[in-house]
């Protein structure tokens, strides 16, 4: 019996994540695909909650920062910075914070009222 997928089956499954906003190509010529455990959205409130816990509030943060021992036993600790780019992107488009890039870097200020929501 052959367990093969054939590309068609895989492109399919492929889309279907893609549809579901649990999946994105992560290069333009669609051969590698990022596949989310939690979406963008999903992930915005477990990061702003932890930011309300920490006080993170009115201080710059890195990506290293979010990613690092502020999420220990979070579960968006280690997470891909391109994603966690994504999440901090969709919270600066809400409102919480704002983004900064300097030397190359991406910071992230949360702003006071992120503690109200």
Known sequence: MSRCFS???INEVAEHLI??????????????LRVFF????????LVLDAVKQYRYIDDFK????????FA????????DHAIMTRVVELLRAQGFCVV????????VKFLPHCMER
């Open 7 to 9: 590309m068609e089956g």
């Open 19 to 32: 549809r579901k906003k649990r999946a994105e190509w992560s290069d333009p010529a669609k051969t590698s």
């Open 38 to 45: 939690k979406t963008i959205e999903e992930l915005a409130p």
């Open 62 to 69: 890195s990506l290293d920062d979010l990613t690092g021992e």
């Open 72 to 79: 220990f036993g979070r579960e968006f600790a280690g997470l």
């Open 100 to 107: 900064t890039h300097a030397e190359g870097m991406l910071g």
